[in-house]
């Protein structure tokens, strides 16, 4: 196996191994099988060729079908992983997953499992505009009954999206578009990682930067340019965002006293807003300065290159939020 692998072959290989080792695990979403080009990512390229186009099957453009159908799969015994090409295109099936998906565990009093996965891509950094690239997490991770995860390298790409298809409620995994290509450290053979569980990427003592998906990256790039000036960041990524991983966050921001938390989706009401309140209201007497928060700018995603820079979250603006609060 290769040393490196790119966000897009961590996705393909956890689809892969899923389905090599259980045949109720399918695949479905626009453009999925080999024929069609395998995905507009190319994601799934390979995968109907394995195992067949009755087991991988492009559907028509409608994603509330896919979703449809996909819920009916998971309630007769299969384990579906269903594509919606950007997130933005969620809001066609939104009455499928908040209303049945998330559901249906509680409203057959448990006697209904739905193991299903719903992948789709979003993120700004392209060029996509604002129809292609909001990062919706916020909506789902407020909805009961919704696993929402997202991950910030390949490997983890590979661990969280297997432990999404093996859990039995249904899951929403998040993937970035602007990080398909971007390589990192393979996985170690069979990875799976905990659903629910943080890591922390970078040990400090000054203050926690918690985040998740891509800003990651700039959270660490921007740690290790505070350590040049002396002062300690941990970063948190907390992998699951809903429901997150409350303990590692709490023993963070207690340790350092300080916490500033990142998403590239829009700032206000997103879910830095909960995190931050959760740390608030169990450690509003230990902590040394007030929490803030960086995120997207409140506006749709930009289509002109620098307002689109300007738009997203950035090394300089975590590093900046953190400068804040030490002075």
Known sequence: MSETITFSQGSFMAMDE????????IVLG????DEQGGGVWKTTFGLSGKYGTGRVRSTPIAEQAIIGAAIGAAMAGFRPVAEIMFMNFTTVAMDQIVNHAAKLRFMSGGQTELPLTIRTASGAGRGFAGQHSDMLEAWFAHVPGLKVVTASSPAEAKGLLLACIQDDDPCLFIENSATYRTSGP??????ILPLGKANVARAGSDVSIIGYGRPIGEALAAAEELAGEGISCEVVDLRTI???DRATVLASAAKTGRAVITHEAVREFGVGAEVA????????????????RVGGSFSPVPFSPPLEKAYLVSRAKIAAAVRSILN
Do not use: H, S, Y
Request: charged letters at 25%; a negative charge; aromatic letters at 6%.
């Open 18 to 25: 899923a389905m090599a080792a259980d045949e109720r695990v």
């Open 30 to 33: 626009e453009d999925v099988a």
């Open 186 to 191: 393979a996985p170690a053979p069979g990875l």
């Open 242 to 244: 809903a429901p997150f």
């Open 277 to 292: 309140a959760v740390i608030n209201e169990e450690l509003f007497g230990q902590l040394k300065a007030p929490v803030r």
